[in-house]
């Protein structure tokens, strides 16, 4: 293959992305790349393969990806489990105010021993609901099994039983889910039946005490009515490895409260997962030229 790269940690520009795919068969992307009708026009009819080292794939006009006939390879599986322990790290962080009490420390917040300071919430004979009981969110329930959590629920597009038998695993509807759950984790892919659904209405139904964490897609929840929620006391916390946009600016609203934990999109960020995303994106890319199956094709 003749290979052009944009060889910076940075995104290409968009310019350099479209005058850069003219004429190429096969485009290996990143999710902070849109590949869109643009770009698909940019690229040309030669274009016949597109591989994006994520799991995610709502950066890609699939539609219009389809109606090319234009291959598509993605990266499941091998993050799985680095994403479900960002998970539980950020879960643990937001409900027990790591943080904030690492902030205390250093500000000289921490004068002595007080009985309520710095109190959060734990996990022991809680109720823990998942939306979207996929790989990541099975993962998620896995590790969370041994902290004593008393009970699970989940929600997504249909029942699961095979998946969470595992668990005792309860289906219940969403709203359900937000009434009767101590910790909610997101875990769903983003679609239009999932923008949005994590909004004011959902929020009222949580409980004051319970900590909300996505680490999805950003799109998944109304930002303003959780910021509302959190500021007024209507749930407990929140953590965040996903927002809207990516990066979120530093003046936005989320970032002024103390109960709000942001981290920058770091799901899969541990040195061995990337390495095999990037392997299996390449091998992708590369069976999809050949005209032979990929390792992991996306069916459209």
């Not at 597009?157 to 998946?163: D, H, L, N, T, Y």
């Not at 509807?173 to 999932?194: G, I, Q």
Request: with cysteine; hydrophobic share 40%; glycine share 8%.
């Amino acid at each position: 293959c003749r290979l052009q790269q944009w060889d910076s940690e940075e995104p290409v520009p968009r310019a350099e992305l479209l005058s850069g795919v003219a004429g190429a068969r096969g485009l290996l992307c990143l999710l902070s790349d849109r590949i869109d009708r643009e770009v698909l026009d940019a690229a040309g009819p030669g274009l016949k393969v597109i591989s994006t080292m994520s799991v995610g794939f709502d950066h890609l006009a699939l539609d219009e990806i389809k109606k090319r006939g234009i291959r598509v390879g993605y990266t499941p599986d091998v993050l799985t489990d680095a994403t479900a322990e960002l998970s539980v790290a950020l879960l643990l962080s937001t409900c027990r105010r790591l943080p904030e009490a690492a902030q205390q420390v250093r500000s000289g917040g921490w004068t002595t021993w007080k009985p309520l300071w710095m109190c959060g919430y734990g996990l022991s004979d809680s109720t823990v609901g998942i939306i979207g009981l996929g790989r990541i969110g099975q993962a998620v329930a896995r590790r969370l099994k041994p902290f004593g959590v008393k009970k699970f629920l989940y929600t997504g597009s249909g029942p699961k039983p095979e998946s969470a038998a595992e668990f005792g695993a309860e289906f219940v509807p969403l709203m359900t889910l937000a009434e009767e759950s101590d910790f909610v984790v997101v875990t769903c892919a983003l679609t239009p039946a999932t923008q949005g659904m994590c909004n004011k209405d959902f929020f009222s139904r949580m409980k004051k005490t319970s900590v909300f964490v996505n680490t999805s897609r950003g799109a998944v929840v109304n930002q303003e009515d959780l910021y509302n929620a959190l500021a007024q006391g209507q749930i407990a916390a929140a953590g965040l490895d996903v927002t809207t946009p990516e990066p979120l600016p530093t003046d936005h609203p989320l970032l002024s409260l103390s109960n709000c934990v942001i981290l920058p999109h770091i799901g899969s960020a541990t040195y061995a997962t990337r390495s095999t995303m990037a392997v299996l994106a390449a091998n992708n890319l590369l069976a999809g030229l050949r005209g032979e199956p990929m390792p992991h094709e996306l069916k459209l």
